[in-house]
């Protein structure tokens, strides 16, 4: 009896290549990445998570100042009425610091995925205006300086531009992070 | 060897297709300058927003003042609502006293702002104007933060006097309590140490300012910077070439 085929011998690896199936045009990112230095793009994410931060603390502020009013103007407290004229300086800076939470957020959900650098510049300008509060102002000022430092980094414009041209995040790490 | 002839093995990582080398276009702008460049941008952009609400504050100020004090209430002593006017009213004079000095320095700081932040803006691209506007900017707020530094210092002792005279007032107003502490000593050594520690943070914030703009001064004249700004044949900014 004869066996079809020679079992000690090693297979022999008679398939031909197949490139991994990865997104079209990683070879693209890729061979962008390969010549590239990474800069500062590690800071995306994490300039991406402040701002979320940042924005949700703005909109708590925004909410306290218009609950204060409402408390002023509708409270059952007689005495609260004599402070109606910080009640409505409340609600004047709660709506811009409103606002401009919601940019903030918008903006790091969508850089976060390394898109739409132009509107996180936006954001991190913008939210100098908080200024105004006072209780968002130190913050606010350390992450414009941070944020515009990493977003004018030539890299990451690179990796906004591989990520604005629909590449997902995953991909645009791994081109980055896992070649020297 | 290109990835398609290689045969088959699953121990080995799949490798990345090979890419004749293209070095990507880059500025070169160093990371100093950046650095520089954002922090005038930054100041440039608080400045401006500072100047703006100054020139408002020195406007309209106290009728704005008046329109969001809280109203006194019946239940409070005369000495204090006496008081609390008397106070305002000093307020007012020490704003009115030094309103000569405060309005050129507000136009002083939007000058210094506007001259920060476009050349900011300019030099990040290695525009050579920027480099020499960023230059001047850097000598007027470096000038602007010391004269402010020492308008802001008399501003403050005076009014340091006036918020002292306030407390003592208002503290006589108020009955005494004999078992607590003596608030009448306690009070306004808070007040003073507390004017104080904001002097001293306004001007230590004043002292890196002026820091940052004399290295600005420094650095935007060394050779190999300059010859950033002076090689024409560079990238754009803020979209470099694919």
Same mark, same amino acid.
């Given at each position: 009896?004869?066996? !079809?085929?020679?079992?000690?011998?090693?297979? /022999?690896?008679?398939?031909?290549?197949?490139?991994?199936?990865?997104?079209?045009?990683?070879?693209?990112?890729?061979?962008?990445?390969?010549?590239?230095?990474?800069?500062?793009?590690?800071?995306?994410?994490?300039?991406?998570?402040?701002?979320?931060?940042?924005?949700?603390?703005?909109?708590? @502020?925004?909410? @306290?100042?218009?609950? @204060?009013?409402?408390?002023?103007?509708?409270?059952?407290?007689?005495?609260?009425?004599?402070?109606? %004229?910080?009640?409505?300086?409340?609600?004047?800076?709660? $709506?811009?610091?409103?606002?401009?939470?919601?940019?903030?957020?918008?903006?790091?959900?969508?850089?976060?995925?390394?898109?739409?650098?132009?509107?996180?510049?936006?954001?991190?300008?913008?939210?100098?205006?908080?200024?105004?509060? %006072?209780?968002?102002? !130190?913050?606010?000022?350390?992450?414009?300086?941070?944020?515009?430092?990493?977003?004018?980094?030539?890299?990451?414009?690179?990796?906004?531009?591989?990520?604005?041209? &629909?590449?997902?995040?995953?991909?645009?790490?791994?081109?980055?992070?896992?070649?020297? | 060897?290109?990835?398609?002839?290689?045969?088959?093995?699953?121990?080995?990582?799949?490798?990345?297709?090979?890419?004749?080398?293209?070095?990507?276009?880059?500025?070169?702008? !160093?990371?100093?300058?950046?650095?520089?460049?954002?922090?005038?941008? $930054?100041? &440039?952009?608080?400045?401006?927003?500072?100047?703006?609400?100054?020139? @408002? %504050?020195?406007?309209?100020?106290?009728?704005?003042?008046?329109?969001?004090?809280?109203?006194?209430?019946?239940?409070?002593?005369?000495?204090?609502?006496?008081?609390?006017?008397?106070?305002?009213?000093?307020?007012?004079?020490?704003?009115? /006293?030094?309103?000569?000095?405060?309005?050129?320095?507000?136009?002083?700081?939007?000058?210094?702002? $506007?001259?920060?932040?476009?050349?900011?803006?300019?030099?990040?691209?290695?525009?050579?104007?920027?480099?020499?506007?960023?230059?001047?900017?850097?000598?007027?707020?470096?000038?602007?933060?010391?004269?402010?530094?020492?308008?802001?210092?008399?501003?403050?002792?005076?009014?340091?006097?006036?918020?002292?005279?306030?407390?003592?007032?208002?503290?006589?107003?108020?009955?005494?309590?004999?078992?607590?502490?003596?608030?009448? /000593?306690?009070?306004?050594?808070?007040?003073?140490?507390?004017?104080? &520690?904001?002097?001293?943070?306004?001007?230590?914030?004043?002292?890196?300012?002026?820091?940052?703009?004399?290295? &600005?001064?420094?650095?935007?004249?060394?050779?190999?910077?300059?010859?950033?700004?002076?090689?024409?044949?560079?990238?754009?900014?803020?979209?470099?070439?694919?």
């Amino acid at each position: 009896m004869t066996l !079809p085929e020679d079992p000690y011998q090693s297979p /022999k690896a008679q398939q031909s290549y197949e490139p991994p199936k990865w997104s079209s045009n990683f070879s693209d990112a890729a061979a962008h990445a390969a010549g590239a230095d990474r800069g500062l793009i590690g800071h995306v994410p994490i300039i991406a998570l402040l701002l979320i931060a940042q924005g949700v603390s703005e909109i708590v @502020f925004g909410l @306290f100042g218009l609950a @204060f009013t409402a408390l002023v103007y509708w409270g059952p407290e007689k005495e609260l009425s004599g402070m109606r %004229g910080i009640g409505l300086l409340f609600a004047g800076i709660s $709506v811009p610091c409103l606002s401009i939470g919601v940019l903030r957020i918008v903006a790091g959900i969508f850089n976060y995925h390394y898109r739409r650098r132009i509107l996180g510049i936006t954001a991190l300008a913008c939210g100098l205006c908080t200024l105004i509060t %006072g209780y968002c102002a !130190p913050t606010a000022i350390g992450l414009a300086i941070y944020g515009l430092i990493v977003y004018v980094n030539e890299p990451v414009i690179m990796a906004f531009q591989l990520g604005d041209s &629909g590449r997902p995040r995953s991909e645009i790490r791994t081109a980055y992070f896992t070649r020297r | 060897m290109s990835a398609e002839s290689q045969t088959f093995d699953p121990y080995r990582s799949p490798t990345l297709p090979e890419v004749p080398y293209a070095p990507p276009m880059t500025t070169g702008r !160093p990371g100093w300058l950046t650095t520089l460049c954002v922090l005038c941008i $930054v100041l &440039g952009a608080l400045g401006l927003m500072n100047s703006l609400l100054g020139a @408002f %504050g020195a406007i309209a100020g106290p009728a704005f003042q008046k329109a969001i004090q809280p109203k006194a209430s019946a239940k409070m002593p005369q000495g204090f609502q006496d008081a609390q006017i008397e106070f305002q009213e000093n307020i007012n004079a020490v704003q009115a /006293k030094y309103f000569w000095a405060t309005v050129p320095a507000l136009g002083f700081r939007a000058v210094a702002a $506007v001259l920060l932040l476009i050349g900011g803006i300019r030099s990040l691209s290695l525009v050579e104007s920027g480099r020499q506007t960023l230059l001047i900017a850097c000598g007027v707020a470096v000038v602007f933060e010391l004269l402010h530094a020492i308008l802001q210092s008399v501003v403050a002792m005076d009014m340091m006097t006036i918020v002292n005279e306030y407390i003592e007032k208002v503290l006589q107003s108020v009955p005494k309590n004999n078992n607590g502490p003596d608030l009448g /000593k306690i009070m306004p050594t808070i007040v003073r140490w507390s004017i104080l &520690g904001s002097l001293i943070f306004g001007f230590l914030i004043a002292l890196a300012k002026i820091g940052l703009y004399i290295f &600005g001064l420094v650095y935007l004249r060394k050779p190999h910077v300059q010859a950033l700004f002076q090689n024409t044949s560079k990238p754009p900014l803020l979209s470099p070439a694919a």
